[in-house]
C-alpha cells in the first residue's frame, strides 16, 4: 500500500541519549537512557515516573510487555532487574553469582524464568530469578549449526522465545529451549512482535512477517520518516528516530490484522 497511515503523531518524546523503548498492555511507555536511567510515560506522553539505578550501566534490553513487572537487562554491569509497574525494584541480581560468565542477551519468560545466552560457553540458560539459579542449559551452536552466533535480542512471547541474531536472521525455540525453526530474516532490528506477526521498518514500509503462514508483505508506506525501530502496543504504535519517539493510534490497518 503507498497510503501514508501515521501522518500526524499523537505526541512526541524527546531524551537526550534515547536507548531502549518498550510498551506495556495499557500502552504506558518505558524507556531507558544510554547511561541506564528509565523513564515511565502515559500514552498520550506525559512523564509519570523516574527511576535511577544506584550503579549506571546501559541497559541492553528493556522489557514491559508483562505489564506487572518491568524487566532490564545490562551487558556492561552483567545484571538483571525486575521492577513493578511504577519503577520500584522488586529483585537486583548478578549474572556472577549465578555461574554465568558472560550474559550477552536476557529477557524475561513466564513463570519467574530469564532466558540468558551466555557467551562463554555458547549457551541458551533458563533461569529461575526468584532464586538467580540456572535451571537447564542448551548449546545453541549444536541447535542452529553456527558457531558464530552473535544475538541482539530475545523475546518471548505466546510461549516461544524469539532470538535476533542478525547475521542468522530470528530463531524461534519452545518453551523449554528446543529449536522450531530459523526465519531467514536478517533486515530486522529489533523483535517487534503483534499478534502472528513480525514487525519492521524497511526502505519506508512497515513490513510484516507471518509467524504461521511465513508470508511477507509490505502494510503500508510510512513517509518522511527517519524511524530505525518500530514498538506496538495495545492501542498505540511507536517510531524510534533518535533521540526521539513519536506516539501515533494503531492503524485500523495494523489492528485489522487477524
Known amino acids: 500500500m503507498s497510503q501514508d497511515l501515521l501522518e500526524n503523531a499523537l505526541a512526541e518524546i524527546e531524551i537526550n541519549g534515547l536507548d531502549q523503548v518498550s510498551m506495556d ?15 515511565l510515560y502515559d ?3 506525559n512523564r509519570l515516573n523516574y527511576f535511577s539505578p544506584p550503579r549506571q550501566g546501559r541497559i541492553s534490553q528493556l522489557e514491559a510487555a508483562w505489564t506487572v513487572n518491568i524487566f532490564t537487562f545490562s551487558e556492561d554491569l552483567q545484571e538483571y532487574r ?3 509497574r511504577f519503577l520500584n525494584p522488586i529483585a537486583e541480581h548478578n549474572f556472577f553469582d549465578a555461574s554465568i560468565n558472560l550474559a550477552k542477551a536476557a529477557t524475561f519468560g513466564n513463570n519467574n524464568i530469564v532466558w540468558v545466552w551466555d557467551e562463554s560457553d555458547l549457551s541458551l540458560k533458563r533461569m529461575d530469578y526468584l532464586r538467580n539459579l540456572v535451571l537447564d542449559a542448551q548449546p545453541l551452536p549444536l541447535l542452529t549449526d ?14 516461544r522465545l524469539f532470538v535476533l541474531a542478525p547475521e542468522e536472521g530470528v530463531f524461534v525455540f519452545d518453551n523449554q529451549g ?3 525453526r530459523q526465519i531467514n530474516l536478517k533486515q530486522v532490528p529489533n523483535l517487534c512482535l503483534y499478534k502472528d506477526y513480525l514487525l519492521w521498518i524497511e526502505n519506508d514500509h512497515l513490513n510484516t512477517y507471518c509467524l504461521s503462514t511465513k508470508a511477507i508483505f509490505k502494510l503500508f508506506e510510512v513517509k518522511d520518516s527517519k524511524a530505525s525501530k518500530v514498538v506496538v ?3 498505540k504504535l511507536l517510531l524510534v528516530e533518535g533521540d526521539k519517539v513519536k506516539i501515533f493510534n494503531m ?3 495494523l489492528k485489522n490484522l487477524k
Open 146 to 159: 553456527s558457531k558464530n552466533l552473535n544475538i541482539l535480542e530475545m523475546r518471548e512471547f505466546k510461549n
Open 251 to 253: 492503524p485500523t490497518l
Open 25 to 39: 498492555n495499557r500502552d504506558q511507555i518505558f524507556i531507558s537512557s544510554r547511561q541506564g536511567d528509565l523513564y
Open 43 to 45: 500514552s498520550k506522553g
Open 82 to 84: 525486575v521492577l513493578d
Open 233 to 235: 502496543g495495545n492501542s
Open 178 to 180: 528446543n529449536l522450531i
